[in-house]
């Protein structure tokens, strides 16, 4: 059964890291666009970050601070988040698929669970 797992959250002041992991479930693994999203409370989803075989894509607003990666030996994608500051505070989803545009959350076809990542000043 397909399922994505994501762990590494928490709550962290600013300017603190946190690296976030997903485990999937994918047959062919490698072959997925694997992403981020996350939703701040009373707020729409909003891509983070996502690689596609070794290219990655950013949200201007983390652009410096998160690096996204991925072990397909492990079935595994990380988000190395650095310098967090209140604004990142939010749930924190893994995402799977083969989208055409990485950004939009209808596109992809498997999604975690959710960790929420609170950022305090």
């Known amino acids: 059964q397909e399922q994505l797992v994501e762990s590494g959250g928490g709550s962290v002041q600013t300017g603190d890291s946190l690296r976030l992991s997903c485990a999937a479930s994918?047959?062919?693994?490698?072959?997925?666009?694997m992403a981020w999203f996350r939703q701040a409370p009373g707020k729409e989803r909003e891509f983070v970050a996502a690689i596609r075989t070794s290219n990655a894509y950013y949200v201007d607003s983390v652009k410096g601070r998160f690096t996204i990666s991925r072990d397909n030996a492990e079935s595994m994608v990380y988000l190395q988040m650095n310098s967090l500051k209140p604004e990142d505070t939010a749930v924190y989803y893994c995402a799977a698929g083969r989208p055409v545009v990485l950004q939009r959350a209808n596109a992809y076809d498997y999604w975690g669970r959710g960790t929420q990542v609170t950022v305090s000043s």
């Open positions: 994918l047959r062919t693994f490698s072959t997925y666009s």
